[in-house]
């Protein structure tokens, strides 16, 4: 059991910037280094282990979490931040539970390290195993969201990796005690003790310095905002797995149930509109706009949701106040607000096209009882997950049963979607022979 944290112990001024050297940034990321060396070794059972423990020292230090997350809220409040964001900063009892419950949801999945993906017997005798191994020292850059602190924590021990963590001056004072309690409950079982840690400083310089320490850190991953995370994939020198922006759709096609499809809309839209799996625009099939549309505006507006509307469904909004004309940029705007952008397109080729055009490659979603729609839409959309029936909420590691997820990756290599154990590993070869060798050309 670690010992008590004190309120704010650990923590510092969260309206303060804290500026750091180069050498200390790169000090960092040698302690990390050395720690994956030992992490890479350990059995699940110890994992396992040291993640429940971890989940226990979050609930027994809520009040010291909480303390320090009121510094953040209230700095962030009286800074102007939108509401949005500072949704995404505060914690409460059940977002603190829900992250504990994350660490032992990992407990129960199987560990990745050592698996054998595939293996067989050279024409020579050698054997050839390619088995799972840990990526080693894994940076997390993430804006507010003090909860990526402890998933990040969580599932780079879980895969062998050390964690190094750079969030944001914003969640200054939640991550500090944060990794001390996690830092602390691992130094209790036997781990080393910067197993997870964060990068000194929280000015741009220190994430300058971290996105050039190629050779001693493994790969970049950016939590946040499109402006954060384009800076560093245009920056760092070090490997870079892109995540999170999310202008996510729910196309309503010809053939869909209006009922399922507005229920699908307000929870994937309103449910909590700051994540990135967030619907932020809604596409209807002209021929069923007319019966649509209306009530689709209706329950948006019940639910306090600003629609900018392309002119063909601001004709249809009658007298509601909640909607406002589309321009151009809309569309391609992650709102992460009580805002959607909505338009009427002519058929299912017409949402596609638009889909591919103005999505980020995160989450598309599909209404219809066609079995031919549902097909050309998943086929054809170009996205991490594509969803039929269903809210776009579900693009998330934990419903996936990845237990907590390091983000959601919208590119293509060397990861896809939500980013859970095995997309923290890399592999390696092993050939075993009985003195075998290569002739000579």
Sequence with gaps: MTGTAKPGAGSADPTRSVSATREQVLEAAERSRAAAAELALLSRATKDEVLTAMATALRDHLADILAANELDVRAAVEGGT?????????????????????????????????????????PNGVQLTQVRVPLGVVAIIYEARPNVTVDAAGIALKSGNAALLRGSASAQ????????ILSETAV????????????????RESVKYLMTARGLVDVIIPRGGAGL??????????????????????YVDAFADLDMAVDILINSKVRRPSVCNAAETLLVHADIAGLFVPRALEALAANGVTVHADPAVMEMGGT?????????????????????AAA???DLDAAIAHINTHGTGHTEAIVTSDLRSAR????????????????TAFTDGGEFGFGAEIGISTQKLHA?????????????YVLTGSGQIRATS
């Design 82 to 122: 939108p509401e949005s964001l500072v949704d995404r900063l505060r914690l409460n009892e059940s977002r603190v539970e829900a992250m504990a419950r994350g660490l032992e949801d990992l407990v129960a999945l199987p560990d990745p390290i050592g698996t054998v993906v595939r293996g067989n017997v050279l």
């Design 173 to 180: 004072a939640s991550n500090a005690v944060l990794v001390r």
């Design 188 to 203: 209790a079982h036997g781990l080393p003790r910067h197993a997870v840690q964060m990068v000194p400083g929280t000015d």
């Design 229 to 250: 995370i384009q800076a560093v994939v245009n920056s760092s020198t070090v490997p870079v797995i892109e995540t999170g922006v999310g202008n996510c759709h729910v």
């Design 320 to 340: 509601l106040t909640n909607l406002v004309p589309a321009v151009d940029a809309d569309f391609d705007t992650e709102y992460l607000s009580l805002d959607i």
């Design 344 to 346: 009427v397109v002519d």
């Design 376 to 391: 050309q839409f998943t086929s054809r959309v170009d996205a991490a997950a594509v969803v039929v029936n269903a809210s």
């Design 416 to 428: 896809r979607g939500p980013m859970g154990l095995v997309e923290l590993t890399s592999t390696k």
